[in-house]
């Protein structure tokens, strides 16, 4: 344990000593000095901080899954010694490096651009999600917490029996996306996390968690609807984070109380919101809820063209940066998600060059809103 003295300016003694003792003005200097000459140093015990310890076995899973190495002491480590594994282990860690380009460059923005974000804020609220974790965490890396909500089915987590040549290559085939396009399919993810083999959000989340070196403490279930919590650690850190997924409907017909309100509940001094390759599902009037609850419960927002139109946000309030350039989105979804005025405000305002691919088509423009 360690002991530390608490230092006491002599400027704030002697003033104390004054307003508690002045017997008369002749001897407030004597008092003063006397009061110097008897204070004690106070020696203070501070707790060490324990070391957070990660769940070895839901670590190993996910590293073995993820296509990375175990210790030898491992229960898994037999498993890493198969042909299959091997050749699944080189495939992912051609895909991972591939993504690490683009991450690399999401990370060098994160600490120039967003510092004063990340600065500030606890929790990274991120609807219409699916699996992605590595993006928000790559943008936003020392949050306390992670909220992510999608319709995609929670799953269960992964499992020793999966690791076969064949379950492998589906969860190959489910993360092909978000590491080679920085998205994931909707359609494709109706498919990939729905079967027996995938099995959902969690396994798919486990490995990218495992990709970005964290270690997992524990995997619990929510109370507020279908969902998972998951408390991890980043390799060689002791801050411990918490990424919790709701498999939910967020449209203004099924929204679940419940969950309304745990996200009305967030604190909006210290969310940042973050939305991507949402479908452009918050142009409809039927998304109208949810895209309020980010208005009201956000202190900025990193988003695509897909997210909060730009019509929305109240200019008294908000400031914007744009980056890349802005373009009409792709035919899969209507002319009216091309937004004229956001048209309008980047040609006036200018942007700044983005340097990573971030949405749908080209990737090309991402949005920065801040609180004024």
């Known amino acids: 344990m360690k002991k530390s003295a608490i230092l ?23 008092a003063v000095q006397e009061a110097q000459d008897s204070v004690e140093v106070i020696d203070t015990v501070i707790p060490e901080v324990e070391p957070l310890v990660a769940n070895d076995t839901l670590t190993d899973l996910a590293r073995l899954f993820a296509g990375m190495p175990l210790d030898s002491s ?104 978000i590491l080679y396009s920085s998205f994931f399919v909707t359609k494709n993810m109706a498919v990939d996390l729905s079967n027996a083999e995938a099995d959902g959000v969690l396994p798919c989340m486990a490995i990218l968690m495992a990709r970005m070196d964290m270690q997992i403490i524990s995997v619990e279930d929510v109370d507020i609807c279908e969902g998972f919590r998951v408390t991890f650690f980043k390799k060689g850190s002791n801050h411990k984070q918490v990424l919790t997924f709701l498999s939910t409907n967020i449209s203004d017909y099924a929204f679940d109380p419940k969950v309304k309100e745990y996200f009305e509940g967030i604190d909006s001094t210290t969310t940042v919101n973050y ?21 009201n419960r956000s202190c900025a927002t990193v988003q695509d063209d897909t997210g909060v139109p730009y019509r929305f946000f109240d200019k008294n309030q908000w400031e914007f940066t744009f980056y890349g350039q802005y373009e009409r989105p792709i035919k899969l979804f209507d002319e009216y998600t091309y937004q004229l005025d956001l048209v309008d405000a980047w040609a006036a305002q200018g942007a700044k060059k983005l340097p990573f691919r971030m949405g749908y088509g080209k990737g090309a423009s991402m949005i920065v809103a801040r609180k004024k």
Request: glycine residues 4%.
């Open 275 to 295: 939305t991507k390759s949402a479908s452009y599902l918050m142009h409809r009037d039927y998304f109208s809820q949810i895209r309020n609850i980010i208005l």
């Open 8 to 30: 006491i300016p002599a400027a704030i003694i002697a003033l104390a000593v004054v307003s508690v003792s002045l017997p008369s003005c002749g001897n407030r200097r004597g």
């Open 74 to 177: 491992s229960v898994f480590f037999a498993k890493t010694q198969t042909a299959a594994w091997k050749n699944y282990s080189a495939s992912m860690q051609t895909t991972w490096d591939r993504c690490q380009k683009n991450l690399s460059k999401v990370d060098t923005l994160s600490q120039n651009d967003l510092a004063d974000i990340n600065a500030k804020i606890k929790t990274v609220f991120y609807p219409f999600s699916g699996p992605d974790f590595i993006y928000p965490n790559t943008l936003f890396p020392d949050a306390d917490e992670y909220i992510l909500a999608g319709l995609e089915p929670v799953g269960k987590y992964l499992d020793i029996a999966n690791a076969t040549a064949e379950k492998y290559q589906k969860y190959s085939f489910a993360l092909r996306n």
